[in-house]
């Protein structure tokens, strides 16, 4: 056993509530579907720092991700029946559950650090808000 830092590495949750640490690197979500088997029944933990508007919205079809926020500020933004819904996240331990297979975005108010619990089965993005349904 060993301490570490999860915005260096990330926890792998398996199916059957295993914990396995992954090395954040820039290819780390091609690795984790590579070594997780396209992640299914996969949860991963991560932290992550923002200081720009994602470029990209994202779905998760297999369950809903858990969003909080450590620090700064954002304005998630959910897909919901077509229509847009807006959820401020600006005070530390504010969370945000995004339900399963509903697309979201995030607008970066200010540098946001924030905790991610992710069902990555299935994870699609789309840079193009229009093709989104």
Same mark, same amino acid.
Do not use: C
């Given at each position: 056993?060993?301490?570490?830092?999860?915005e /260096?590495k @990330?926890?792998?949750?398996? $199916?059957?509530? #295993?914990a !396995?640490?992954?090395?954040?690197?820039?290819? *780390?979500?091609?690795?984790?579907?590579?070594?997780?088997?396209?992640?299914?029944?996969?949860?991963?933990?991560?932290? /992550?720092? @923002?200081?720009?508007?994602? $470029?990209?919205? #994202?779905? !998760?079809?297999?369950?809903?991700?858990?969003? *909080?926020?450590?620090?700064?500020?954002?304005?998630?933004?959910?897909?919901?029946?077509?229509?847009?819904?807006?959820?401020?996240?600006?005070?530390?331990?504010?969370?945000?559950?995004?339900?399963?297979?509903?697309?979201?975005?995030?607008?970066?108010?200010?540098?946001?650090?924030?905790?991610?619990?992710?069902?990555?089965?299935?994870?699609?993005?789309e840079?193009?808000?229009?093709?989104?349904?």
């Amino acid at each position: 056993m060993e301490s570490f830092n999860i915005e /260096h590495k @990330f926890v792998v949750l398996s $199916p059957d509530k #295993e914990a !396995h640490t992954v090395v954040n690197s820039p290819q *780390v979500y091609e690795d984790l579907d590579r070594d997780y088997a396209d992640f299914k029944g996969h949860e991963l933990i991560a932290i /992550h720092e @923002f200081k720009e508007d994602w $470029p990209s919205w #994202e779905v !998760h079809p297999n369950g809903d991700e858990i969003v *909080v926020l450590l620090s700064g500020a954002a304005t998630f933004i959910l897909r919901i029946d077509n229509t847009n819904r807006e959820m401020k996240l600006s005070t530390e331990g504010e969370t945000v559950i995004v339900p399963k297979g509903v697309w979201h975005t995030a607008k970066i108010d200010s540098v946001a650090k924030m905790l991610f619990i992710t069902p990555g089965e299935g994870t699609q993005n789309e840079y193009d808000e229009q093709k989104i349904e």
